[in-house]
Nanobody, 126 residues
């Protein structure tokens, strides 16, 4: 069976940094595109970042580009989201998502993914 499980959420002050981790378990995990989505209270689910199969490409939401960095380490079956210069608007539950894909691209569209983690809370507040 295949699954993703995210962790690393915490309370952090504005301007601070945080790294979220996504543990990917199952066969051929390197063939899954991995993404991060978030949902804040009263707001719609938002695609944050994604990384394609084999890391061929990455995508970022305009709101996080130049602040967040997604990476994957296939040897340890982990995907990370490094978040810097955090803002209160980044407060949300963050989800790691996955899709078995043959594409060299990935997309910040929730319907594209079929595996979702349970979420980890990130709160940015002073």
């Amino acid at each position: 069976q295949f699954r993703v499980a995210e962790s690393g959420g915490a309370l952090v002050q504005p301007g601070g940094s945080l790294r979220l981790s996504c543990a990917v378990t199952g066969e051929s995990s390197e063939n899954y595109a991995i993404g991060w989505f978030r949902q804040a209270p009263g707001k719609r689910r938002e695609g944050v970042s994604c990384i394609s199969v084999n890391g061929f490409s990455t995508e970022y939401a305009d709101s996080v580009e130049d602040r967040f960095t997604i990476s994957r380490n296939n040897a340890e079956n982990m995907v990370y989201l490094q978040m810097n210069s955090l803002k209160p608007e980044d407060t949300a539950v963050y989800y790691c998502v996955a899709l078995y894909s043959i594409s060299s691209s990935c997309y910040l569209e929730a319907d594209w993914y079929n595996y979702w983690g349970q979420g980890t809370q990130v709160t940015v507040s002073s």
